[in-house]
């Protein structure tokens, strides 16, 4: 059963990815609890919030990166990150437990629905030996 909820649950992230994203209002009114009637709010809040996806899309080539370099000279690759969503898509990237040797340009991206950023990944080994990084 768990493998079908999360088939359905993927099936409809795509559907609502593809349609325009939903606006939503709401009004809070802040009243007086009294048995008099007919007193105005004492304050009223609109509220607004757009719902949507951000959707993520790494083509499938690029899920391992191999970057190889010699001692303090810099290998460097590009990412193509694409937001297939119906609002933008905002990253935050870094490498937290390799930032002496790995550097992730730039280190914040918001992506519109439907457009693409390229991000770039640099590798600077500071020391000999081979070394690997196997997820970002």
Sequence with gaps: MIGIY???YLIL???LAQNPPDE???RIDIDVDT???NIPP???IDLQAIVGVARLHIPKYLEMIKLESTVRQAARDSI???NFGNIDLKISLNIPDYEDVFRVRP???TIPPG???EVMVEFFPLESGKKSLERL
């Design 107 to 109: 280190k914040q991206v």
């Design 13 to 15: 992230l795509t559907a």
């Design 42 to 44: 004492l304050r009223t």
């Design 24 to 26: 939503m209002t709401a």
């Design 115 to 117: 457009q693409e950023n």
């Design 6 to 8: 999360i088939y359905v």
């Design 80 to 82: 193509a990150l694409k």
């Design 35 to 37: 048995p008099t009637a």
